[in-house]
């Protein structure tokens, strides 16, 4: 008789690697089951060509949350992040660009190029942004509360929130109100004047959304990526050493350091259910595999719709999981490079490129390309962000080369052609990042070696995305807290007796932030279901 788990965790994702570390560290039999022959799904890193590794889906380390790090002893087991001190801007028409630094007085000189008031604005934005951040991280390192509930707990989480938000006082509770309400060109526009400043700020309020920075709710979003966080320093950024899936991997070591069995290879068919309850898994090839519970680390579509399959569900439930909104709009290229790409030759040593290089001349430019993708093409003129991070971690190419990775919105999933055509346009969609990119760096033909295209269809048929959306569904308001993913099942719980979630679809969201996966295990455990 083959054996019985406590719990079996299906994806072996970063949320799905601290999940299974949290519930094998209290003593459980835990097993993780993932599809691809590597860990890590979005959070991973591949050496596609010899020598080269690239983080091939997600990029930078920002959100991930300090006190996972501790409980978990994952500095022990190889969590190890480069800090960024860099955030660049080529110009089309200024040869130096504007370089933000991590140095407060050095970025303000370099804003007042383009604005003084911008420049003595600066440091007040920042301010209230991280008060406003820090209140966001009361919401994000606890489950979300329901507020259609009676039960005592509820109450006092929701107690807990109120008191937050009164302790903010009239002024920073107007501000936030501001920050759910508006975009993120409009509430830049209540600070800055300067549209070259305004630009690759506003972008941090469309990342992971089919939106444009022009579109309501998008400031809020803003606020999400403003909350970079790295081992209790607030507003921090940076690599993760040996790419993103060092992160992944240092996860997977603390699971098994606390008894957990990983697997990969193992393609999960379905869930085994039987009278309203999970009882375990069904692989591809039929075999069964029974636990106790089952934590599915994948986004809402595909646990319910897959997972569970409508068969099993409410009609109602499988409306409303079908109403939650993914709309993939961004992709990857991932370049191996025979040498730097300097994208400012009139700036001194490569300092300005050991963070990330933002191609967003101003508001408008972003704004355009989102006119395109509203009509189902990938825009020609992409938003793109891109980090050279073999500059800080040469470990990641080969000598003398590099790796360059160009995060590019928008990308929509939804092409005109139908999704399933993206494979024919993927060499003219890399074609159009390594063109806008020429501009700043003419060159650049002559650097690439190799050229890997990450499409939407990609990162849904390869990576288990659907519609390629990189969060595992929309950040937009009525997507978060007690509605994500759909309201009554927001406590990591779905209508399946003993079937939990844990991947960024859940509350608080995506990145690589690891709370879906450890919210999720401590939940399990509080109720003793185990």
Known sequence: MSKKYDAIIIGGGHNGLINAAYLAKAGKDVLVLEKRHVLGGAAVSEEVYPGFTYSVCSYVVSLFRPHIIRELNLAKHGY????????????????????RWGDASRSRREIARFSKKD???????????THMAK???????????????????ELSSLLRMGKVFKNLGPELL????????MSSADFLDLWFESEVLK???AVSGIIGTFLGVRSPGTAYV?????????DGAFRSWGFSKGGTGGVSIACANAAKSYGAEIRTNVNVSHVKIKNGKSTGIILANGDEIDSKIVVSNLDPNRTYLKMIGEDNLPKDITTEIKRFKLRGSSGKVNFALSGVPNFCKKRDGLEFMKGDIAIVP??????????????GEFSEKPYINIVVPSLTDPTLAPPGKHVMSCFVQYAPFDI???????????????DAVQNTIKEYVPDIDSLVEHRQVVTPWDLQETFGLTEGNIFQGELTLEQLLFQRPISGYAKYKTPIENLWMSGSGTHPGGGIMGSGGELSAKSILKEKVI
């Open 199 to 201: 630009g690759p700020m």
């Open 119 to 129: 420049s003595e604005v600066y440091g007040e934005f920042s301010k209230v942004m």
């Open 135 to 153: 209140l966001a991280k009361e919401v994000i390192d606890h489950p979300a509360p329901d507020v259609a509930s009676i039960n005592p707990k």
């Open 416 to 430: 005109k052609e139908g999704p399933e055509y993206w494979p024919k346009l993927a060499g003219k969609f890399g």
């Open 362 to 375: 101003n508001v408008d430019y972003v704004e355009k390309a989102y006119d395109q993708a509203k009509y």
């Open 222 to 230: 803003l606020l999400h990526h403003y909350m970079g966080e790295l």
């Open 80 to 99: 190890d992040i480069i800090p960024m001190d860099a955030s660049f801007q080529p110009l089309p028409d200024d040869d130096l660009g504007l370089c």
């Open 174 to 181: 107007h501000m936030n109100t501001k920050l759910l309400t």
